[in-house]
């Protein structure tokens, strides 16, 4: 196999010299390279990058609707896209890394996340906002595909929760700065800032990558790549999504809805059979066999579920139920993301110490805890009790995310890195839209039995409360997931 050129600056790895072997075990931390905090450094902007722009969009589609002369369900498009290409194709990325070499696949997706970044700033219409959004969606995926894999394949175990931990903590701190940063940037320097902003930090990024990420040998033996599991995972995963994503329009029962479903899952199960059938499957099946590997993934799944579903049903609370602006609004909901940033690279450094299982379920049920709190919210409840729960769940999630992804990661070898961190950013995907699917259905469907005599306030809180119950079982749910993890050896 031809191997990637020598540089001075960026030394070629063999995965033999990884600080991790096949079964997550490490040699002492004095043997750990100060270069490796670095490449923490410069993964961490990325994650940050990213997760701002997730965030930050957001918050400016009523601001696209009038700048660009188009209606909501265009301007959804924007956001939709993004989920569909990232969600689609972070499995084969993840196989592409591990065949290919991860700072390869790593640092072109800078450079395609800048250009496109540029692009959507640069659009005049609609349509081309949709289409260069779609080349930032694919920056993307490379980026959320393979730097998990980068983190874990540069740190021991003892320090992998950690490291793990630090990375998402930039994910949340990007998830709480971008409805600020984006309110800010569209009121005073106009939508495409918020494109733009993108080009210099990316740049950064791009540098510090280039600098400090290493040459590495694939970890992974290159082959007839299947392009055939690849195609039908992605029209099955966007069949799948785009109908939850546009039930709210298309209605739940429409053929249309029902259609995409049936035939998602027809596609799903073809899928399954080639991967079986192949001797180089984009995806071993094999891994789910390992219990942690599922328990961490479901789990993970059902945090992201849970989360989305929140961030669905607390702004209706403040906007229609208690009336306040949308700027006030997304104010109250940083106390959200603020404790996950305190407490995921804490929990992933315990995590390390005494073992992935107990802290993950610890943060679901801390989680749990938080959204009873939130299902008790009444017409004019305290701003006090309402960042009380906020703030309860989003330690639980803190607490929660960095020592599972390091069970996820860990229970993997070496050279199904990328692939892990492909099925983990997957789950991410996935829960986000099964949240806010079962978010707005529970909302809508309340709304509808809802005695016609109370007040649109009054209903718009009973419809939240109930929908903040069912996230409590979401939670427990994931909560017995995390049980199921086998017992770790803590370092």
């Known amino acids: 196999m031809a191997l990637e050129s020598h540089s001075s600056s960026v030394p070629l790895r063999d995965p033999a010299d990884s600080p991790i072997d096949d079964e997550g075990y490490a040699p002492p931390l004095a043997n750990i390279p100060p270069v490796n905090w670095w490449i923490l450094v410069s993964v961490g902007c ?97 980026l959320f595909a393979t730097a998990p894999a980068i983190v874990t394949l540069n740190f021991p175990r003892e320090r992998r929760g950690q490291a793990l931990g630090l990375q998402g903590a930039m994910t949340y701190l990007g998830i709480a700065t971008g409805p600020l940063l984006g309110g800010y940037l569209a009121t005073h320097l106009g939508w495409r800032s918020v494109f733009y902003i993108n080009v210099p930090v990316g740049l950064l990024a791009l540098g510090l990558s280039w ?34 994503d546009q039930a709210h329009a298309w209605g739940w029962h429409s053929l249309r809805t029902v259609s995409m479903i049936v035939l998602s ?82 929990s992933g450094y315990f995590s390390d110490r005494i073992g992935t299982r107990l802290p993950a379920m610890a943060g679901m049920a801390i989680m749990a805890v938080g959204c009873a709190v939130l299902s008790r919210l009444q017409l004019h409840s305290s701003l006090l009790y309402l960042d009380f729960g906020l703030a309860v769940a989003g330690l639980g999630t803190g607490i929660f995310i960095s020592p599972n992804n390091s069970a996820l990661m860990g229970s993997t070898t ?47 809180t009973h419809a939240v409360d109930i929908g903040m119950m069912a996230l409590v079982a979401t939670t427990l749910l994931a909560l017995l997931a995390s049980a199921m993890q086998k017992k770790d050896r803590a370092t």
Not at 212 to 234: C, E, I, W
């Open 265 to 346: 899952i027809a596609l799903m199960i073809a899928f399954i059979v080639v991967e079986l059938r192949t001797n180089e499957p984009m995806i071993d099946l094999r891994l789910f066999r390992n219990q942690t590997f599922t328990a961490s993934t479901v789990s993970s799944v059902l945090n992201f579920m849970t989360m989305s579903a929140l961030l669905f049903l607390i702004p209706y609370y403040l906007i229609e139920g208690s009336g306040f602006s949308s700027a006030r609004t997304g104010m109250l909901l940083t106390a959200l993301p603020v404790p996950m940033v305190i407490a995921a690279p804490l």
């Open 414 to 460: 070496r050279q199904q890195q990328g692939i892990a961190s492909g099925v983990r950013a997957t789950a991410r995907n996935v829960g986000n839209v099964l949240g806010i699917g079962l978010a707005g259905a529970i909302f809508n469907g309340v709304l509808a039995q809802a005695h016609v005599s109370a007040s649109r306030p009054a209903m718009v």
């Open 46 to 142: 990325g994650t940050f990058m990213s997760a701002l722009d997730g965030s930050v969009v957001n918050t400016i589609q009523p601001v696209l609707t009038h700048a660009l002369h188009t209606n909501i369900a265009m301007v959804e498009w924007v956001v939709t896209v993004y989920l569909l290409i990232t969600s689609g194709l972070l499995l084969t990325v993840g196989r592409w890394g591990d065949v290919r070499g991860h700072r390869h696949v790593y640092l072109l997706g800078y450079v395609l996340f800048v250009i496109g970044s540029m692009l959507c700033g640069l659009s005049q219409s609609i349509g081309q906002l949709i289409a260069f959004r779609g080349a930032q969606a694919l920056g993307a995926t490379l």
């Open 211 to 244: 600098r400090n990420v290493p040459r590495m040998r694939p970890v992974a033996l290159a082959g007839r790549f299947d392009l055939l599991g690849a195609a039908l995972f992605f029209v099955a995963l966007t069949a799948f999504l785009l109908p939850l």
